[in-house]
Every structure is written in C-alpha cells, then in structure tokens.
C-alpha cells in the first residue's frame, strides 16, 4: 500500500458537486423555526423580507439528501479549494502516539477560515435574486471578511455591521474588509432607527451582537433590494459546510481510511455540521459507525451545561425562535478569546442529533486550548486559531489515550482556520494572565430561567 | 489537452531531491566576499567562528550544480510544501488579458512567507554541527518567524534580536516567534556590549537592522555553540530558494508550459533568486530564452539607481564586504511599508546576472504597488505582503500590455507570502495617507560617496 502523503488533495474533478443535507437522512427532523409572535412554524413567505428567496428554499429542506452546486460556486471552490487533509505525522510523532491523526485545514484563504464556504453560496443566491447587496453582522470578523470576499466577486454590495468593541479592538479585521470594497459600520451606528434609538439610551454603548443583528436586518428590510445574511447556526449554512466532510471524506477514501472518531469545534456548529455531514449521514442511515465529538469552550458550553429549548436566536429578540442546546439569549459569555464560540445557542440540527445520541460534546479550558494550539504550531507549522484549537486539544487528549492503551485509532479534526488575528490572547498565553472563565451554575440559572414559554 | 487546473500541486514523489546551484552555470562567476580588513577573499576559516561549516561550503561553492537535499530537510518541507503554483484564471478575466498568468505561492506557512525555505536548511546544519543555537536579526519579522519554527522543530536555542521600532510597532511578529519558542531582544539592548555602548551614547534609540546585525553576531562569536544566521543576500540562501524555482518549473512542465517572462520582487534577493534559478539556469546554458524581470521598490532602488561595487552589507560595518548593487550602506530607506524589501544591497549572485544583461530590473512606487494589491486580492483571494505585490503590479501591466498587443504570452511570478501582519499599511493605502517615497539624486549620491575604496 502506497504511503499515505502529509497532504491529501483531491483533483478538481474529484470535487464535490453538490452539497450534502444530513436532514434526509435523520428520523426525527430538526424542530422548525417559529414566529416569535405566532408561535406558528415560519413559512417561507414569513422569512421572505430578511433573507434570500433560493437559501430559504435550502433552510426548509428536510428531505433532499444532496443538493447541487451551482457551476459559478464550483469555479469559486476551485479558487482556495480543495482544502488539504494533513496526516498530522508530526504531531503524532511527538505525542509519541500509535493513534493515525488527521485534519482537514480550512484556513487557506485570506478570511482564515472555512466561513467563506458557505459566504461565496450565500452572495451567488443573492445575485441571482437580483439584489443589490447583503447586510451581516460579525463579531471577530471572520464572517465578515469571508462575505466581503464573496461580496466582491460578484460585485454586491456588502455593509457589515461590527461589534463596537470589536471594531475598535480589531482594527485589522476591518482594514482587510475594506480592501475587498465592504463598509464596515461599528454598531450601534446613528445610520439605524434602532441604533439611534440604544445610543441615547445608552451613550457611549460598545455594542453587543444582539444590537448589531437588529442594526443589520433593519437596514436589509428597509432598504430595497438586500437581504440579511449569516455565516453559522442556520441549517442552511450546515449544508453550503457540508463540502468540508465531502472533500475530508474522499480523500480519506481514496487511501482506504476510516476514521474511528471525528472531532469539531462548535460554537454555532457551521464547521463541525459540515465536516461530520457524510460521516453523519452513514451513521443515520447504519451503514458506519463513528464517535463524534463536539468541543465547545467551558465558557460557553451550551451543548454540555444548556437546555434544549425554544429560544431567541439573538439578544435582541427580533429573530426567529429556533430549538437548540441553548445557555439562554441572555447569557453573556466571558471574555474568552475564541470569539467564534462565543454564541448562547447551537445549530438546531446538531442540537437534534446531540439529544438523539448521535453525537458527544465535551467542554474545554481555554488555558488548556491555548497550550494545545501552541504544541500543535511547533510541529505542524501552523498557527491555529483559538476556536480551531478547541479540536485540536481533544485530538490531541484522544490521541494520549491511544498511547496508553495502545490502540490504533483514526483520529480526523477539523481545522477550521488561522490564528493571525489573535495574537492578544497567545500574547496572554505566553505571559501568563490568561483566565479560564467557567459560568457558575447560578449564572447559567439565571439565563435559563429567561427561556420563552414555548415547547 | 487537459485544463490547466487553478492549482498545480506536485505529488511528493515529484518534489526536488536537490537545490540547483545557478552559480555552477554562470561563466563569469559572483565576486567573493572580502575580509573587511585585509580586503582578501574570506576563506572558509575566515568564516568559521560566525557560520555554520556546512553553510560556508554552500557559501563558496560555484562549481557544483546540484547540492542534494537532506532527508531530514525534505521530510519538513513535505510539512508545508509543495507550495502551490497557482493560475490566476480570475485576475486574467478581471483584466481582460490574452496573457496567461501564474503564480507560485509561499505564503502558505505560519512565516507567511517563502523564508522557511533556509531557515529549515540553516537549522538543520546548525544542529547537524552540534551547536546550542542561533542568533539572528529580524526586521520585519518574516525570517525570525521561519528561523523560529526551524529551530523549534530541531530543538535549537533562536535567539532573535529585532530592530526596537519594530519590536514596539509588531507585536504580534513577537508573539508568533515567542508561540515557538524563541527569544525576541529589543536592539539595541544591554545584553550585548555593543547595545551597552550604543544605549550609553544615543539613549532612547528607536535601534537600526545594522545595530541589530552587530549584536547577534557578538551573541553568535562569544558563546559556545552558536553561530550567526540570515534570511536572505548571501548564496547559501539562494540555493536553499532554488526549491521555489525548482517546483514551479516541474509543475509547469507537467503541462507543457513555458513561461515567456518571469516576474519577482526583489529585495536582498532571496526570493527572486530562488523563483527564477532553474529558468536561469537553462538562459545560461543557451537552451531556452526568458525574459526575467526584478521589482524593486521606488524608495529603495538597489538594481536601477545603485552603483555595482563593493560595500559593506550591513550599516555597523562588521561583516565582510560584498560586490553588489548598491546604495551604499549609510543609505537609510525612507519608511515605505515592504519592510523584507528595504536593504541597500542585492544579493551578489544575482548583481553578476543583472551586470551580465541576463536579467531587467524595473521599480515601481509605493503607491502603485498597493492599487495592484487590492486588485488581486478581491479576485485571487489572497491578501498579499507588500513586497508580494511588487512583482503582481508588474504581472498586471505585462498582462494589461499584452491586452494592447493581443499577445498571449505566459507571465510567471512569485508571491512570497501573506500581508496578514501589513494591516496599518492597507489602512493608510485605503485613507488614502499613504505617499511614494523616492530618493533624490543628491540623497543617492551622498550615500554611494561613501563606498569603500576596493575594486
């Protein structure tokens, strides 16, 4: 048998060319959004004002198990895809393991990581509407930048509304946004009746994302042609993801490898809903068995300490009510360095497999997280992105394991991206003033006791 | 005849076992460094208490075409490389070009830049020679980064003495050199007794790359088992380079490509020596014909305002001196933001070649740089380092000149790495502060007055 090469990529021809939507092949379907005055699953004439006309369409779809990829996405895939998958041989030769370790590495592109998969899908639909840009909120930027990105390649106009705080903090997110043409608003903005609105009641607000949501979706309903846009939860966005598992998959085919265990981070589960999708889809269906594990920050652990529940997608309550793990639409994670994890609530269609028992989750440290991503960029020469590093820190447990008992497993995490931008928290790290922030049962009591009275 | 795809990547079956030593090829050979004080030819014994041995051997070498690479050194590149060699398919649409363009890419490593090509190579003759460490000096912070992750993964003390200004200006440089573990000085510091007297005679100095450089060579002389490394300028880094050039022309002769011109930026050489060595190789031996064209910076113009002579290559005055293009030592760049970009010098092999009329040499402002900058990355996707986009404004206007023509020729050229840590730079670009900087005549001639007196 041939050896296994540090980095498996796949030809263009062998590129997956549609997308792959778990919801066929699960049982029991994801609970449908509801109307927050209704309580009446949202139909599509409902969700038509805030989001595109064809991405809605995807988001109800609970039956069609592969959906294609229209040939203008295909040709921007093959722009920064297909993403290797490395056989992490360094690694597993200084963990001094007999585990085999992989990853599939999404942060080859300038957003960093893997948002643009499902960013570029969400721009192709808006264009095709005919509108004449997107709104979006973004918290880190990552998203933000992922958009900017496809915004640009099909000339939309992209206005992204930024966390204050965040804006401020990260000048550089910013400066890379603006260089593919978006403009970048920190909210809460005087442009918004409702950012107006907080800012006198609140002077000198830094802004929450809750706020930026409602700035975003107001100026996409009350302007003539955009459309409101997000880069995680949605089951929409699970599917555009669903290439990561696609290409992981095929190229692990390809060298005759099965995986035992398949390890994400999850934050809203964009990244790990997509690099488990085909995985998922032969466990639901019985044809494989995997354990798949999701890693969420101790900080915010909604899958491990949440309740599975209606709630408010968003702080500022004017979203839809999803059901998911959920830590309460009041929850104020600590200021944990994985910003892309930081969100009270969970995709609702791993929220259905986690309640079905298709999946684990287990809840992480951040000092820990940061000493697994530094072990990981001295040997494989890549430095990992706070959120990406939440996998790597169970890979690499999982892998300690396997040297202990001395089993052979077959370990593949998902990298979701680079750490370029967060080199404040590896900076505390270093120092040594890096806090673990663990919500005490009361703050998590507290938060619950909010959740809406719907079942 | 199959679609060129968008990437080529080699298989690790078909990636060089061996650098290719252009020297070997050029009749007329690079003039050998001098002792500063004797003005004769450094010997391998002159050499010896500042570099490795096996470095020095590759250093005098110009009659050896192929140096093999160690296995130990092909296993690392097999972390990170091949780098791919991409078709900018999207860019030639946006420009409505005939011509074909494409790239080969090295930014794709945490160094984000084509460096660890040499830092890999010294590291490992560092350790093969037994030694503790090395010291190094690191401007902008790309060699520091890729001599960090080399000595990390061959567990050598890095010892990095960055230039003050940029210490306080680039932390986050620091934090990624600190994530492997090396240690990051402040130059001038008290460690040294030449940062003793430079402190004692200008407190508050905000530190020069020459002070730095005469710093890490005391650290490097005076402590048992160390020796002194650089990034770029000399022929040993050269050869390593060969690597770019070596891939890029297998994957091109994969498919029966020939490039018509190729296009790197050029600061000490390092990359466009690399990039075009095999290419120059065959110009040499009289088998193939290719136009070669090097980019400098307005504000730094070594190749097309400098003088060919000997001069001292670094501002203290302590190293040997090289025959080069110049712009003499004492010449102090103006801030322009390609920091690998602003030396005074070149490297001397490729000063030979451009002597010899084998090569063009072209400079572009700062300015100009940027626009081309934004251009590509809103359609390639990849945000590139200011030096990078040296070479992609000359790509852009050969193309944009075959456009008028018709002509389809193929343009190749090197995009060293990611301007992920350039931010401020793209800021002023986009708020329209930034300004070209361009020496006077006067500026250029007090400067080259000063050369030392040796033919």
């Known amino acids: 048998m041939e ?16 997308w792959y939507n778990v919801r066929a092949d699960m049982k029991k379907k994801p609970a449908p959004l509801i109307h927050p005055g209704t309580h009446q699953p949202m139909t599509a004439a409902d969700l038509a004002p805030v989001f595109c006309e064809e991405l809605i369409a995807q988001e109800l779809d609970n039956t069609t198990p592969y959906i294609e990829i229209p040939e203008e996405i295909r040709e921007f895939y093959k722009m920064y895809r297909p993403s290797p998958l490395v056989r992490a041989y360094c690694l597993e030769e200084k963990l001094q393991t007999p585990a085999k370790i992989y990853y599939k590495f999404e942060g080859n592109n300038t957003s960093g990581s893997h948002k643009l998969n499902s960013s570029i899908a969400q721009a192709y639909y808006a264009k095709k509407q005919g509108l004449k840009g997107v709104t979006t909120v973004t918290g880190a930027g990552q998203w ?8 640009s390649y099909f000339g939309l106009d992209c206005k992204v509304y930024m966390v204050k705080v965040s804006y401020e903090q990260k000048p550089f997110r910013r400066e890379v946004m603006r260089t593919y043409g978006a403009s970048v608003t920190p909210s809460p903005s005087m442009e918004t009746e409702i950012g107006r609105k907080i800012l006198a009641a609140h002077p000198g607000t830094t802004g929450s994302l809750g706020c930026a949501i409602s700035e975003a979706v107001e100026v996409a309903t009350t302007n003539e042609g955009y459309r409101y846009v997000l880069g995680s939860v949605l ?15 095929a190229a692990l085919d390809k060298y005759g490898v099965k995986p035992d265990m398949i390890i994400g981070c999850a934050g809203g589960g964009s990244n790990l809903g ?41 702080t500022g309550m004017v979203c839809p009510l999803a059901k998911m793990y959920t830590l309460g639409c009041d929850f104020i994670p600590a200021p944990n360095h994985a910003g892309g994890l930081r969100y009270h609530g969970m995709s609702p269609v791993l929220s259905e497999l986690y309640d079905g028992g298709f999946m684990e989750a287990v809840s992480v440290p951040q000092t820990k997280v940061f000493e697994a991503a530094e072990q990981f960029a001295r040997v494989e020469g890549i430095l990992p992105a706070p959120e990406s590093a939440h996998a790597i820190r169970v890979a690499i447990d999982e892998a300690l394991k396997c040297k202990e008992t001395g089993e052979e497993k077959t370990i593949l995490f998902g990298l979701t991206g680079t750490g370029y931008f967060d080199l404040v928290a590896y900076e505390q790290f270093h120092n040594g003033t890096m806090e673990d922030y663990i919500p005490t049962d ?11 009275p719907v079942d």
């Open 3 to 18: 050896k296994i090469p540090y980095k498996i990529y796949l030809n263009e021809t062998e590129m997956p060319k549609a």
């Open 144 to 151: 933000g930048t992922a958009l900017s990105m496809a915004c």
């Open 235 to 249: 089951n929409q966005v699970l599917l555009h993801q669903s290439v990561i598992g696609l290409e992981a998959k």
């Open 274 to 314: 997509g690099l488990i999708a085909p995985f998922m889809g032969e466990k639901l269906r019985g044809e494989a068995d995997y354990r798949i594990i999701a890693v969420e920050p101790a900080s915010c652990p909604s899958f491990t300490r949440g309740k599975y529940a209606y709630d408010f997608c968003d």
């Open 442 to 452: 009361e703050d998590l009591k507290a938060s619950l006791a909010k959740l809406p």
